[in-house]
């Protein structure tokens, strides 16, 4: 049963991190209002960002936050729920990394 759930988990994290990250990318820049403080800066400073450029980085960054979920399922058939935790701590990284790049990307 444990085995089922892990399994189960890690394909719907992989499936909403995909689906986020194609809903970016296929945006054409609305999605920048969902980014956090995006949405309060001033026209002036919207207007120097490529919404569109924007969209489609952090979609493809977030598409890409779905693979370790899909190697976390396929490691948890062989030893249930280390994949899942090595999952998250991939994530995490990648998480991290994108912050970066999104603070680099916003000056």
């Known amino acids: 049963m444990f085995l089922i759930f892990i399994i189960v988990f890690d394909l719907i994290m ?3 991190m995909f689906l986020m990250g194609f809903y970016f990318y296929r945006s054409k820049g609305k999605a920048a209002d969902y980014l956090t403080g995006y949405n309060i800066r001033s026209e002036d400073q919207r207007k120097k960002v490529n919404e569109d450029l924007l969209c489609q980085c952090y979609g493809k960054r977030m598409m890409v936050m779905a693979l370790p979920f899909l190697l976390g399922m396929i ?9 899942n935790g090595l999952a998250w701590i991939v994530w995490f990284i990648l998480f991290i990394l994108l912050l970066i790049k999104r603070t680099k990307l916003e000056k």
């Not at 490691?75 to 280390?82: A, E, S, T, V, Y």
């Open 75 to 83: 490691l948890d058939f062989f030893k249930p729920g280390l994949g």
């Open 14 to 16: 992989a499936l909403c």
